[in-house]
């Protein structure tokens, strides 16, 4: 009940702030592509619990390998709908012609980032299925679904742009940020919500990088390449 209270309250907080976005600029607005993002985020947050706990867990360790597999596989099948695309959701090797030379000095941005964050945090050495999973889940699951699947859903929903920094910056790409950060930060127990405000700056934030990234190359790989070497790093320093 807890997992299900706090998923509507992240979709009321996003339709809440969409929908006054979107009101603003009507004309760049698209109510029905907000609702489908809505959706996608109850539907991840569905697969990732395993249903809230209803669907029978293979034994598979210490980590919910079942729940992000299960996510992943329906953003992938989600993504190869006619009207997404893999390759329109990033989900491709080929970078974008000329975006490396501008990319590979943020890559490395992000890299320092996480490297700080491992020497001013350091962890109880990790064990190997920790750091398997470290290495490659989260930025599998999480980067196909908020830097892919739904980057390019909420873009739809808004279709202002400004250009910063060599890409095309929307309320969509702001919206995924504010998303990522609330999955890992807000929830519900103990009768009330509950928000860690360090936990929200310690993952939106780099997750304006992944966003930065995923548009200036128009892929994935960099995103998922670089959150999986942020999860592990701060296990291993």
């Known amino acids: 009940m807890n997992g299900l209270i706090g998923i509507a309250g992240v979709v009321v907080l996003l339709l809440i702030v969409g929908g006054v976005v979107g009101l603003v600029r009507r004309d760049k607005f698209s109510p029905g592509w907000l609702v489908v993002a809505a959706g996608l985020v109850v539907l991840n947050d569905l697969l990732l619990t395993n249903a809230y706990g209803l669907l029978p867990v293979l034994p598979s360790g210490d980590w919910n390998w079942q729940g992000k597999a299960l996510a992943l596989t329906a953003t992938l099948a989600i993504a ?9 959701c990033g989900f491709t090797l080929h970078q974008a012609p000329g975006s490396l030379k501008a990319a590979l000095p943020v890559a490395l941005l992000y890299v320092a980032l996480f490297v700080g964050l491992g020497l001013a945090f350091p962890n109880e050495p990790a064990s190997v299925e920790t750091l398997a999973f470290q290495l490659t889940m989260p930025g599998l699951e999480e980067e196909f679904f908020y830097r892919g699947l739904l980057l390019v859903v909420l873009m739809r929903a808004f279709t202002g742009r400004v250009r910063f920094l060599g890409v095309e910056w929307g309320w969509g790409a702001l919206l ?13 127990s ?9 936990t929200m700056a310690l993952t939106a934030l780099p997750s304006l990088i992944a966003v930065w990234l995923a548009l200036r190359t128009r892929s994935v790989l960099l995103p998922v390449l ?6 592990a790093i701060t296990l291993m320093l």
Do not use: E, T, V
Request: glycine fraction near 14%.
């Open 80 to 88: 190869a709908l006619p009207m997404f695309g893999w390759r329109d």
């Open 176 to 188: 995924s940020c504010m998303l990522f950060g609330l999955a890992h930060a807000f929830g519900f």
């Open 190 to 198: 103990r009768g009330a919500f509950q928000f860690d405000a360090m």
């Open 226 to 231: 670089l959150h999986n070497f942020g999860n």
